[in-house]
């Protein structure tokens, strides 16, 4: 790693990376997030819709995701190196941030099922990871 942050490395591994990231939340997405709320939230009017303001709205939103885990990683590899250790701290931690408030908060008001985050929750810690292990090859890569 190198001692100071360099922006176009940054940027470089943020976009890489967001291939991945963009690829499993619209999978995720497809496949079970959208028949979910549709069924649990059926009274809602186009609930869980896509067209495509929508999909570039949430693109921005995959990107921004993105570029918080590449830090997060940087991070924990300046303080630990780039290794196992800091993948797992940086893929755990952004799965917490991101997606573990971000469900039980759903859940929590009603808006999705208890049930349900025993299946979505695993799947984005396996996209935190990867995220986080793509990172870091990455970055080694441009050492």
């Known amino acids: ?41 059926s009274v809602v009017l186009n609930v869980a819709d896509m067209n495509w303001g929508i999909f570039a709205i949430w693109g921005v939103w995959d ?11 940087w991070l924990c590899a300046k303080v630990f190196g780039n290794n196992i250790k800091s993948i797992l701290i940086s893929g755990f931690m952004s ?30 810690l396996v996209e935190t990871l990867v995220a986080a292990f793509i990172t870091s090859k990455l970055y080694l890569r441009r050492a």
């Open 63 to 73: 990107t921004l995701l993105t570029a918080l885990y590449v830090f997060l990683f």
């Open 95 to 124: 799965w917490c941030f991101f997606f573990l408030l971000f469900w039980v908060g759903l859940a929590n008001m009603n808006l999705s099922s208890w049930s349900y985050l025993l299946v979505v929750l695993p799947l984005a």
């Open 1 to 41: 790693m190198e001692k100071h942050f360099n922006t176009k490395d940054f940027i470089v591994i943020t976009i890489l990376v967001s291939l991945w990231v963009n690829a499993s939340e619209v999978f995720r997405y497809f496949v079970l997030v959208r028949p979910e709320m549709h069924d649990y939230l």
